[in-house]
């Protein structure tokens, strides 16, 4: 429902549900406000790419025409953020803001998990003290091959304190624990093109009716159908965030020797390393290495860590998908 034109140079305060770009909708007490954001505020020392993220509390003034100008942006509690493809280093882009949960959505198969991708946002929501689970969808799928190696992502994230739900929206299997893990929180989903992020969103509200598509049966890839970032109510209480599908996600605002506490399974060898500041890569006497010499961190999990490290080196030059 929008605004009586009446309201011109009213000042209302409420969160931004839906960006396109160009329009950004508020959610305010008196109903949803096709708003603009002011032109000084999309200048900062960062210059990210969406001053103006989904989750936002704004303060904005109503125009003659019933449309808002967003002239203040509140304090954000966190945000998921990453470097903006094909951008400057300093340039990101910000997901969503002010969220207690980041569901990283993969699929079993057509399209298989992204383990790359998994531990890069893993990183994310870690540096901003965001919980964060991971959904395998698509488990109808999962048979012999597949299914052991989703078995084997389900007990290392989850002996890392992740939430792992295992669900099929074709067939309902897990759709109602996922439901209940939603409830009362206000979540984000992200992931690849193709792993049904919008089908389970459905499965979980069917009410919503979003648009969904298929994977290209060549490249095994997901195909965008989400255009824009939009946060939706869950009935009765909560509300998820649909966002459209992650090719890459680069590393933004962070120094190599930070990466490591981002890695639960690194933080018991942190302290006893030969340097404060190792890397975890080269120096000698470095415990975080002797663990995973030890078999104490997997070997994926280690090799990972190091293709994010030398992104960041890199200036994520090359971004890490």
Known sequence: MGISPAAADITLEGVVVKSTGHWVHVRTDDGIVRSRVRGRMRLGERKPTNPVAVGDTVSLRMGKDGTGLITRMHKRVNYLGRRAAGRRVDQGQILVSNIDVVW?????????????????????????????????NKMDLAHGAVLENIQVLQQRYGSLGYMVNLTS????????????????????????????????????EPALQLRTGRVSLKTHKGRHTTAHAELFLLQGSGGVVDTPGLR??????????????????????LTHCRFPACTH????????????????????????????????HAGEADVGR
């Open 104 to 136: 990283i959505i993969q699929s079993a198969a057509l399209p298989a998990p992204n383990k790359g991708l998994i531990d890069r946002i893993l990183v994310a929501t870690e540096a901003q003290d965001i919980q964060a689970g991971i959904v395998f």
């Open 169 to 204: 929206a074709t067939t309902g299997d897990g759709v109602e624990a996922l439901r209940t893990a939603l409830t009362g929180s206000i979540s984000l989903f992200t992931g690849p093109s193709g792993v049904g992020k919008s089908t389970l969103l459905n499965a979980v």
């Open 248 to 269: 890459e996600f680069g590393i933004l605002d962070m120094e190599p020797w930070e990466l490591s506490h981002h890695f639960p399974e690194f933080r018991d060898y």
């Open 281 to 312: 890569d080269h120096e000698p006497d470095c415990k975080v290495k002797d663990a995973y010499f030890g078999d104490l961190i997997s070997e994926e999990r280690y090799f990972s860590y190091l293709n994010i490290l030398h992104s960041i």
